[in-house]
């Protein structure tokens, strides 16, 4: 592991452990094994730091949003894909919100971490984006409603998922595996979601085929 490494990993520990407005240099120094004019050689500023950890710890949601599948199959698949969407939000703002929300709290770090956002095309915005035209791709394949709004649906995913999360911070911050990313609990979860969402989502059966009459 390289030094920048090193100290991207103990900050993100510090950050944990101790919350952002008592994450110093000094503090990550420590956590490192290194000297805090070492962090400055690899980072320019402290609120360098904590955007590396931002940008390179946290959980992926838009980088799976933006392999979903170019090519829509049937609608098994749709719905399935929904799921996997679901399941990665969930983790995404249950690891993130604790370290997101802090960052609010440094008016300094806010405004960097949206140049970041802006610079490198991401930001919440971007998550709904993606998923909208991920189903605006299937209902043109018809495999949506055409009465359905991608943009609201999709809007409505994510937003179940972030305010399960924000619940989840509050009631339980120290979930076990059932209750954490990936667990069965997070799964249930996803699935409530999409199958309550698929209800406005789903097309209209087929017509049945007309059967001529005997004579």
């Known amino acids: 592991m390289s030094m920048r490494e090193q100290i991207v990993d103990a900050a993100e520990?510090?950050?944990r452990e101790l919350g952002l407005a008592r994450c110093t240099t000094k503090e990550i120094a420590e956590a490192a094994a290194c000297s805090e004019g070492t962090?400055?050689?690899h980072f320019r500023s402290k609120e360098d730091v904590f955007l590396a950890v931002l940008a390179?710890?946290?959980p992926g949601l838009l980088p799976v949003l933006r392999t979903l599948p170019e090519q829509v199959g049937g609608e098994a698949e749709v719905r399935a894909t929904l799921q996997q969407v679901a399941e990665e939000a969930?983790?995404?703002y249950r690891e993130s919100m604790p370290m997101l929300l802090s960052v609010f709290a440094e008016p300094k770090l806010l405004d960097r971490h949206r140049e970041w956002m802006r610079a490198n095309n991401a930001g919440p915005h971007r998550a709904?984006?993606?998923?909208a035209d991920y189903l605006r791709r299937a209902q043109r394949a018809e495999l949506v409603s055409p009465d359905a709004d991608p943009v609201a649906a999709a809007q409505l995913l994510l937003?179940?998922?972030y305010l399960a999360a924000y619940g989840g911070v509050f009631a339980a911050p120290a979930a076990g595996?059932?209750?954490g990313p990936g667990g069965p609990e997070a799964r249930r979860e996803a699935e409530a979601f999409v199958r309550q969402l698929w209800?406005?989502?789903a097309p209209a059966p087929a017509p049945a085929p007309s059967r001529s009459r005997k004579r």
């Open 199 to 201: 209800r406005t989502l």
């Open 177 to 179: 595996p059932a209750g």
């Open 13 to 15: 520990r510090v950050i």
């Open 128 to 131: 709904a984006e993606l998923l």
């Open 39 to 41: 962090i400055y050689r």
């Open 56 to 58: 390179e710890r946290l």
């Open 159 to 161: 937003g179940a998922c």
């Open 90 to 92: 969930l983790a995404f």
